[in-house]
């Protein structure tokens, strides 16, 4: 009989989606907490701050969150010390989370 259900590898893969998906809101717990570092997230992403909650449930915002972390190394480095956390961290989040940048659709 063949074994199914989760193999182990993709126990693995869920894993680190998990633990990339948990990095990625804790980055954007980072951008909040600051309302100079979230206007300009929200800048550059095209999102308005009337439609952050509508934003954060489509399925490439939290990939688009470390994409911005990841562009500017002053911004990434202060988020790995703010986080104590390493910044290939914050990469292999990004390689998990599919490591494409994300921008609202905007009309």
């Excluded at 600051?34 to 009337?50: D, N």
């Excluded at 969150?65 to 292999?92: K, Q, R, T, W, Y």
């Amino acid at each position: 009989m063949a074994n199914r259900g989760t193999t182990p590898a993709s126990k693995l893969g869920i894993q680190q989606q998990a633990k990339a998906q948990d990095l990625a809101l804790a980055a954007f717990d980072f951008l909040s907490a600051e309302p100079r570092r979230l206007s300009h997230f929200l800048a550059m992403s095209g999102i308005g701050l009337e439609s952050i909650r509508a934003a954060c449930q489509e399925p490439g915002f939290l990939a688009g969150v470390i994409a911005h972390i990841s562009e500017d190394e002053s911004l990434l480095l202060a988020f790995c010390a703010h986080s104590a956390i390493d910044p290939n961290d914050v990469a292999g989040a990004r390689a998990a989370l599919g490591g494409l940048s994300w921008e609202a659709d905007t009309p």
